[in-house]
T-cell receptor, first 111, second 112 residues
Framework: SQTIHQWPATLVQPVGSPLSLECTVE??????LYWYRQAAGRGLQLLFY??????ISSEVPQNLSASRPQDRQFILSSKKLLLSDSGFYLC??????????FGPGTRLTVT | GQQLNQSPQSMFIQEGEDVSMNCTSS?????WLWYKQDPGEGPVLLIA?????ELTSNGRLTAQFGITRKDSFLNISASIPSDVGIYFC????????????FGTGTRLTIIP
């Protein structure tokens, strides 16, 4: 069966510091991968998605970037965090028929 | 961008009551999905719908793909405390488009 991992689970970072969040998927090959951000009590905002290694589509202009160095690894990065980058970051992998399955999330607080 | 209007935004019910929520759009969707999110966790896929008019159940949950393809409904029968959470609808707009459009969520609270 497929599983998706995210780490770290929680992160507190000062403004201006770099960021690296990692997502890995097990049990499937060549999945579509997605990064979402969720503000407190709000819906899901798609940040990036990838249909293959090295292929990244950005949905909104922002202070973040994404990379896919391996088939089942998706990384969300920032060179300098802003207060507005705080939120709950969710990684998801896409299966057949457009279903998406989410990881446990990373709670990021920028102070 | 495309939006899904989800209603109600919140519901306060007593244990044992039935729950109904819906998702509507001005555009036609090819796939409808319903998710539940518990606090501090990622959303979990509950039901997926692929054809207009399709009615699918998962235990006490039943969802329907509207015949106009512009809406979807989720019903929960005989609610229990573990049903508390936020329910999201999501739709896939175009064939070949790998993205989903998410609704704004319905927060379900059970009053003791």
């Amino acid at each position: 069966s497929q599983t998706i991992h995210q780490w770290p689970a929680t992160l507190v970072q000062p403004v201006g510091s770099p960021l690296s969040l990692e997502c890995t998927v097990e049990g499937t090959s060549n999945p579509n991968l997605y990064w979402y951000r969720q503000a407190a009590g709000r819906g899901l905002q798609l940040l990036f998605y990838s249909v293959g290694i090295g292929q990244i589509s950005s949905e909104v202009p922002q202070n973040l970037s994404a990379s896919r160095p391996q088939d089942r690894q998706f990384i969300l990065s920032s060179k300098k965090l802003l207060l507005s980058d705080s939120g709950f970051y969710l990684c998801a992998w896409g299966a057949v028929a457009y279903e998406q399955y989410f990881g446990p999330g990373t709670r990021l607080t920028v102070t | 961008g495309q939006q899904l209007n989800q209603s109600p935004q919140s519901m306060f019910i007593q244990e044992g009551e039935d729950v109904s929520m819906n998702c509507t759009s001005s555009s036609i969707f090819n796939t409808w999905l319903w998710y539940k999110q518990d606090p501090g966790e990622g959303p979990v896929l509950l039901i997926a719908l692929y054809k207009a008019g399709e009615l699918t159940s998962n235990g006490r949950l039943t969802a329907q793909f509207g015949i106009t393809r512009k809406d979807s409904f989720l019903n929960i029968s005989a609610s229990i405390p573990s049903d508390v959470g936020i329910y999201f609808c999501a739709g896939q707009l175009d064939f070949g488009n790998e993205k989903l459009t998410f609704g704004t969520g319905t927060r379900l609270t059970i009053i003791p």
